[in-house]
């Protein structure tokens, strides 16, 4: 079993920056693709950014330039920094750690950009 908990969310103004947190737990031996999704309300989960176990990112447009994701092997644990944020930024977002070809998901922390 793999326990995957997101912290870092809040309430934030436009402009402003947010470090989320993902740590994994659990019977891992080693976790391939790390990553970040986040659902506004009544939108599906969309992708933000992944990252590879050798340290490849990937990033969807929207958050190009703003948004870095990166990882610590040795903690089983995986970062999102956002700068810049918007309002359309404003989402629940996801972590998902893929062990053994299995997504394990965290239970959401809510980000929310607002003056």
């Known amino acids: 079993q793999v326990h995957v908990v997101e912290s870092g969310g809040g309430l934030v103004q436009p402009g402003g920056s947010l470090r989320l947190s993902c740590a994994a737990s659990?019977?891992?031996?080693?976790?391939?693709?790390m990553g970040w999704y986040r659902q506004a309300p009544g939108k599906q989960r969309d992708l933000v950014a992944t990252i590879t176990s050798g340290g490849k990112s990937n990033y969807v447009d929207s958050v190009k330039g703003r948004f870095t994701i990166s990882r610590d092997n040795a903690k089983n644990t995986v970062y999102l920094q956002m700068n810049s944020l918007k309002p359309e930024d404003t989402a629940v977002y996801y972590c998902?750690?893929?062990?053994?070809?299995?997504?394990?998901w965290g239970q959401g922390t809510q980000v929310t950009v607002s003056s």
């Open positions: 659990g019977s891992i031996f080693s976790i391939d693709t």
């Open positions: 998902v750690v893929k062990v053994f070809a299995r997504d394990y």
